[in-house]
C-alpha cells in the first residue's frame, strides 16, 4: 500500500503563488507515476499535471505556462509549484499515486484564490 498526505494550500490572492507537496510512505518503489488532480466544487474531478518515474511531464491546457510539477525521490515527495493563480483554480487539490496493478489518492487539501 501507498500512503499520501498533501500540505501547503491555503488562501492566496489572484496572481500569487503557492506550492503544494505530496509525502508518500509505504511501497514506494511500486508507484510508476504520479498526478495532481483538482475539484472544484459542483464540478468534476480534473487532471492538473502528472510526472513519470522518469522524470516526464505533462500539464493541463488551463495551467501550463503557470504550475510545475516535479518529484523528488530521495524524499519520496512530489511538489506543484502554482504561480500567477486565478481564481478559477480555486478546488481541492488531490495527490494520485499510480502503481502497476493499483492506485492510491492522498485526502486532498484546499486551495482558495480570492479576485
Known amino acids: 500500500q501507498v500512503q499520501l498526505v498533501e500540505s501547503g494550500g491555503g488562501l492566496v490572492q489572484a496572481g500569487g503563488s503557492l506550492r503544494l507537496s505530496c509525502a508518500a510512505s509505504g511501497s514506494i518503489s511500486r508507484i510508476s507515476a504520479m498526478r495532481w488532480y483538482r475539484q472544484a466544487p459542483g464540478k468534476q474531478r480534473e487532471l492538473v499535471a502528472g510526472i513519470t518515474s522518469g522524470g516526464s511531464t505533462n500539464y493541463a491546457d488551463s495551467v501550463q505556462g503557470r504550475f510545475t510539477i516535479s518529484r523528488d525521490n530521495a524524499k519520496n515527495r512530489m511538489y506543484l509549484q502554482m504561480n500567477s493563480l486565478k481564481p478559477e483554480d480555486t478546488a481541492v487539490y488531490y495527490c494520485?499515486?499510480?502503481?502497476?496493478?493499483?492506485?492510491?489518492w492522498g485526502q486532498g487539501t484546499q486551495v482558495t484564490v480570492s479576485s
Open positions: 494520485y499515486a499510480l502503481l502497476t496493478w493499483d492506485h492510491y
